[in-house]
């Protein structure tokens, strides 16, 4: 089904708005002067991330499998930006179940909502963990996924729901294979969080990170206001609908550069700690963005070193409240 050259929207629904890349989707979005509605259990996210916008956000605090609160969230949007997940590919190894039924189960009700509202328009964070272990470099949106982790089966689940619903109903889903998001916000206080948030937390600690095998597996550092514009224009791109984009920088690089990098920034010299591979990491990540460019207009505003810069820099500034 095509659509109009003309589509845009006034209202739009995040879920997992108040975590980090909801947040930033938020950010875009208000700066763009579209009314934002999140709906957020708080369960990884926090207020604290949306505190800045005031009552530019309509907050509903709950979970997205409560289908009555969601239906009533997603009345009136023309677009749901869904972000609301279990974002770490380890606790799904731990919690095959329990995370499927956030990440399969709370998609399938998003999906199903959107119908429901006459929502015209779901954009889905999925994952380049889809793509596995394939050697071949970069990673194409055309290549066949080979998941390796019950986390890229849910998020692979959750593209195959949206191509059907856009079949079977009409409803125009796009998904958005994102590389490794960073920047400001993402909380590092979990064993599961994104390595360069715990990595900038042990570089102001002056604590030795530890490094999950020998640090050479690389990946796509992305940063996270970029991936809120990659949403926006997925947001109101025409003739996109069924269809899967990468969001990714095109640029790779290997753990130890990575703390190298961050180590020199933070002026220390302290050599990580090396322990066994994590079970379903992947070797290698590199994301060719060719389709993005060509269909949503998308290239990165952000390369590595400025978006390291203000990750920097905030997350100094929250280490010195900590302090104070
Ligand atoms: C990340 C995302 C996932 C996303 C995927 C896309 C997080 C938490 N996970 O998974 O949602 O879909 O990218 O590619 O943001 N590492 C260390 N030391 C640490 C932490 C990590 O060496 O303290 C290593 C890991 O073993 C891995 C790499 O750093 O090799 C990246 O790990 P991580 O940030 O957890 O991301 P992914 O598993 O790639």
Same mark, same amino acid.
């Given at each position: ?12 629904? $995040? ?19 579209? !009314? ?14 949306? %505190? ?46 329990? &995370? ?5 189960? #709370? ?17 889905? %964070? ?27 089966? !849910? ?17 125009? &889903? ?11 916000? !993402? ?27 020998? #640090?050479? !597996? ?21 003739? $996109? ?50 389709? %993005? ?17 203000? &990750? ?13």
């Amino acid at each position: 089904m095509a659509f109009s050259s003309e589509f845009n929207f006034s209202r739009a629904l $995040i879920t997992g708005g108040a975590g980090f890349i909801g947040s930033h989707i938020a950010d875009v979005l208000v700066r763009a002067g579209r !009314q934002v509605r999140v709906i957020d259990n708080l369960a990884s996210g926090s207020l604290d991330n949306l %505190a800045h916008l005031g009552d530019r956000v309509d907050f509903i605090h709950g979970d997205i499998r409560d289908a009555d609160l969601l239906l009533r969230a997603a009345r009136g949007c023309e677009v749901i930006f869904h972000e609301a997940a279990v974002v770490s590919v380890t606790r799904t190894v731990a919690a095959p179940v329990e &995370t499927a039924a956030v990440n399969d189960m #709370g998609t399938l009700q998003v999906l199903d909502t959107a119908r429901k509202a006459g929502v015209r328009r779901v954009v889905l %964070a999925s994952s380049s963990a889809v793509y596995g272990d394939d050697p071949v470099m970069p990673k194409r949106e055309e290549m066949r996924p080979k998941p390796m982790s019950p986390y890229a089966v !849910q998020k692979l689940t959750n593209e195959h729901y949206a191509r059907l619903y856009h079949e079977l109903y009409g409803i125009e &889903t796009v998904c958005l294979r994102y590389f490794n998001v960073y920047g400001p916000r !993402q909380d590092p206080s979990s064993p599961y969080s994104g390595v360069i948030s715990i990595f900038m937390t042990r570089a102001f600690t002056g604590e030795p990170p530890v490094v999950y095998g020998d #640090g050479e !597996q690389c990946r796509d550092f992305v940063f996270v206001e970029d991936v809120a514009r990659a949403n926006l224009l997925a947001g109101v791109a025409p003739d $996109i609908s069924g269809g899967v984009f990468n969001v990714g920088t095109g640029t790779a690089m290997t753990v130890n550069d990575l703390w190298l990098s961050i180590a020199r920034r933070a002026g220390i010299d302290a050599a990580p700690v090396y322990a066994p591979s994590r079970p379903g990491d992947i070797r290698e990540s590199l994301s060719s963005i060719d389709r %993005a460019e060509a269909e949503l207009g998308f290239r990165p505003a952000y390369d590595f070193e400025r978006g390291i810069d203000i &990750t920097m820099a905030w997350y100094r500034d929250r280490a010195e409240r900590k302090s104070t």
